[in-house]
């Protein structure tokens, strides 16, 4: 079994090799021949890429390069997680959308109106009308961003304006803040389906948000059914193989916050022990070999 394990071309970073090393080391306990492939090494052309991957199983899609994704599902290769699946995931207000069609809940959301480079925000009054439902403070989100980054509260209209500005012409949300869940929320692992881990992140620093990344610590933790069943519940509003849940601790029962299709599980493995990688891994062979069968 051949597959590509395929990175971003720009991303230059320890933390990220590590993680690669981990699923290609995961890999070759499963017998499968993982290539690492940067997205800058692939021609974006589906002309061009039906020959390389004529001879490829599959691909972990490690990026989020949606157009790259959905170029190589027009090949015929089969991705883990789709191009779908990324693209839901990588955009928060389409997450937003699948998971309030899907009734799973989250905290309310109001997504901004599209504006363009070079067009300033001029009426703030979408921004007020929001504010007016969602109450002080509250949190606003680029609709793309890593690591609890481009996450941003504002405590009024001014701290609003401001933030909305310095954004500029890129899209964004805003969402209520959950004030029963300040600096802390559950990261949860799920694979194909089913809850693997889950570590409990508090922030140590004062920070609203709690990732490590920001400063944050992490443990191991026990999950309530509820808790667990939400997690699960957002993967299949995405239609995720696997992905990295953040769920937070509602007034009135768990609240999905984000849902991650690439997850950096290497703070996972720190604080429960537990190697994502190998999940993973199984979990792909498992998946084609009974998609194989279906064929034949």
Known sequence: MKGWLIVNNFMRSRKFDELYELLSLAAGKEGIELKTVKTGKLPHSVIALKELVKDVDFALFWDKDVILAKQLEACGLRLFNSARAVEGCD?????AIALEKAGVPTPETYVAPLTFEGVAIDDFGFAQDAAEKLGYPLVV?????SFGQQVYLADDFDGLKKIIKSIGHKGFLMQ??????????????VVGGRVVCAMERHSENGDFRSNVTLGGSAKACR???????????ACRALGLDFAGVDVLFGENGPLICEVNSNPHFKSTLDATGIDLAGVIMKYIKAKLQTESRRRT
């Open 141 to 145: 989100k680029e609709v793309s961003g």
């Open 223 to 233: 999950l309530s059914k509820e808790q667990k069943a939400v997690a699960v519940r």
């Open 176 to 189: 209520k803040f959950v004030k029963s869940s300040r600096g802390r929320d559950i990261r949860v692992n």
């Open 91 to 95: 955009n928060k207000a389409l997450t």
